[in-house]
Nanobody
Framework: QVQLVESGGGLVQAGDSLRLSCATS????????MGWFRQAPGKEREVVAQ????????YYTDSVKGRFNIARDNAKNTIYLQMNSVKPEDTAVYYC??????????????????WGQGTQVTVSS
């Protein structure tokens, strides 16, 4: 079972940048599809971005396109979420997730079997 640990969250102002990291252990990282999700208070967990095992294909939800970038470093067993021009509506707990296999793209949250504990991102206006 792969373990995931997020870091990099914090309190920032609107328009700032932030980079989240998700370090993994206990699995063959280079084989995993990886994703970032977020959950705001009172709302369902939603997809933010996903990346294939090779890093050649990415997916972004519409609200973050052009502002966020997902990347992976297979040598460091880590994925990143670069968040630029953040907005108050980006405030949420951000989770990374991993799965070895999926028949659909993007992968629904139910398709991910391993999750991190989350990191809080708060954007003030």
């Amino acid at each position: 079972q792969v373990q995931l640990v997020e870091s990099g969250g914090g309190l920032v102002q609107a328009g700032d940048s932030l980079r989240l990291s998700c370090a993994t252990s206990g699995g063959t990282f280079s084989r995993f599809f990886m994703g970032w999700f977020r959950q705001a208070p009172g709302k369902e967990r939603e997809v933010v971005a996903q990346i294939t095992w090779s890093g050649s294909v990415t997916y972004y939800t519409d609200s973050v396109k052009g502002r966020f970038n997902i990347a992976r470093d297979n040598a460091k067993n880590t994925i990143y979420l670069q968040m630029n021009s953040v907005k108050p509506e980006d405030t949420a707990v951000y989770y990374c997730a991993a799965t070895l296999y999926s028949s659909t793209w993007p992968i629904p949250k139910t398709g991910f079997g391993s999750w991190g504990q989350g990191t809080q991102v708060t954007v003030s206006s």
